[in-house]
């Protein structure tokens, strides 16, 4: 795997034992070039082999900050025609990046931004609600290996990543779809490691946020951010390993096993509606549908889009299980 960054000390905390030293110059010619052009424009680049990372070739490219939306610079190529290599990632360290329905946040010193673009080619109508739910459930499945931890990280419906009640990431699916078949896919992931960022008010179904340091001891080092990267990348690119071979029910089923919401008593609020605004509905959750729709208790129809909050607060998600 190719790394490219343009601060050789940032090159070298992702990769402390890269297989060559840290070269200074123009990128390499080839794919990791085109897409270093275009990310990082006429910067200097730093480059580095890394071979003991157990995902998709890359190329891994790490910005000190990201001067557009890597989400949306891969997407423009993507629908250009270009075919990038599967396991492409951009890391920022700073910048300003967009989440659900648009929303506009700023990267605080210290956390994790990044997007992966991975390769599907399977029918769309089959896995979309999979791949919505995939990135979730590689955070924190990566989380909780590394803090060798059960029960204390899950999934907030539908993209939130919490550690107990607490929101530490959220992520984003961005599909390329050609003649019905799903043929790429990009992961757009912010996760709070080393600072817990500030909220706009206003937002009845928000999270308190937290940032991982503060909730264990693993996270709380010097380029913690770096050590979490390849276990979340390794992660993303074996959940679509196992969607391509066993289907998009493995992938619910392990979304399904994350749950912070099943069985708890929730308000589900419109999206994007005033404060004020009555709920969808409130009550207990019965049921996560594969489609990720949700069966509420008192609810005539399962309910496919809202805000979720919770109405209790448990120690951990497996409490009512």
């Given at each position: 795997?190719?790394?490219?960054?343009?601060?050789?000390?940032?090159?070298?905390?992702?990769?402390?034992?890269?297989?060559?030293?840290?070269?200074?110059?123009?990128?390499?010619?080839?794919?990791?070039?085109?897409?270093?052009?275009?990310?990082?424009?006429?910067?200097?680049?730093?480059?580095?082999?890394?071979?003991?990372?157990?995902?998709?070739?890359g190329p891994w490219i790490v910005l000190r900050e990201a001067s557009?939306?890597?989400?949306?610079?891969?997407?423009?190529?993507?629908?250009?025609?270009?075919?990038?290599?599967?396991?492409?990632?951009?890391?920022?360290?700073?910048?300003?990046?967009?989440?659900?329905?648009?929303?506009?946040?700023?990267?605080?010193?210290?956390?994790?931004?990044?997007?992966?673009?991975?390769?599907?080619?399977?029918?769309?109508?089959?896995?979309?609600?999979?791949?919505?739910?995939?990135?979730?459930?590689?955070?924190?499945?990566?989380?909780?290996?590394?803090?060798?931890?059960?029960?204390?990280?899950?999934?907030?419906?539908?993209?939130?990543?919490?550690?107990?009640?607490?929101?530490?990431?959220?992520?984003?699916?961005?599909?390329?779809?050609?003649?019905?078949?799903?043929?790429?896919?990009?992961?757009?992931?912010?996760?709070?490691?080393?600072?817990?960022?500030?909220?706009?008010?206003?937002?009845?179904?928000?999270?308190?946020?937290?940032?991982?340091?503060?909730?264990?001891?693993?996270?709380?080092?010097?380029?913690?951010?770096?050590?979490?990267?390849?276990?979340?990348?390794?992660?993303?690119?074996?959940?679509?390993?196992?969607?391509?071979?066993?289907?998009?029910?493995?992938?619910?089923?392990?979304?399904?096993?994350?749950?912070?919401?099943?069985?708890?008593?929730?308000?589900?609020?419109?999206?994007?509606?005033?404060?004020?605004?009555?709920?969808?509905?409130?009550?207990?959750?019965?049921?996560?549908?594969?489609?990720?729709?949700?069966?509420?208790e008192g609810a005539p129809k399962p309910i496919a889009t809202g805000?979720?909050?919770?109405?209790?607060?448990?120690?951990?998600?497996?409490?009512?299980?």
């Open positions: 795997m190719h790394v490219l960054s343009d601060d050789s000390h940032l090159l070298r905390t992702v990769a402390p034992e890269g297989d060559t030293a840290p070269h200074a110059g123009a990128p390499p010619d080839g794919e990791a070039h085109a897409l270093w052009r275009t990310l990082a424009g006429d910067r200097p680049a730093w480059s580095v082999e890394r071979h003991d990372v157990d995902a998709p070739p557009v939306s890597h989400l949306d610079v891969l997407g423009a190529l993507v629908a250009g025609g270009q075919s990038l290599p599967d396991g492409t990632t951009a890391v920022a360290m700073a910048g300003r990046f967009q989440g659900q329905r648009g929303r506009i946040w700023h990267a605080e010193p210290g956390n994790l931004q990044l997007v992966t673009h991975l390769h599907v080619g399977l029918p769309a109508d089959t896995v979309q609600a999979a791949l919505a739910a995939l990135p979730a459930v590689a955070v924190a499945d990566a989380i909780t290996t590394l803090a060798g931890v059960e029960g204390l990280v899950g999934v907030k419906w539908v993209n939130d990543v919490v550690w107990r009640d607490a929101k530490v990431a959220g992520v984003l699916t961005r599909s390329d779809v050609t003649a019905g078949m799903v043929r790429s896919v990009r992961f757009g992931i912010g996760v709070n490691v080393a600072r817990t960022p500030t909220l706009p008010p206003g937002d009845p179904a928000a999270l308190p946020p937290a940032a991982l340091a503060d909730a264990h001891a693993t996270f709380a080092i010097t380029g913690a951010w770096a050590v979490l990267l390849p276990h979340v990348v390794e992660r993303l690119a074996t959940l679509r390993d196992l969607l391509q071979c066993e289907g998009a029910d493995a992938i619910v089923d392990r979304y399904r096993a994350h749950a912070t919401f099943l069985g708890r008593d929730v308000t589900i609020h419109p999206v994007d509606a005033p404060a004020d605004a009555p709920p969808i509905v409130t009550g207990r959750v019965e049921a996560l549908l594969p489609d990720l729709t949700l069966r509420i805000r979720m909050r919770f109405q209790a607060t448990q120690s951990s998600h497996h409490a009512k299980r």
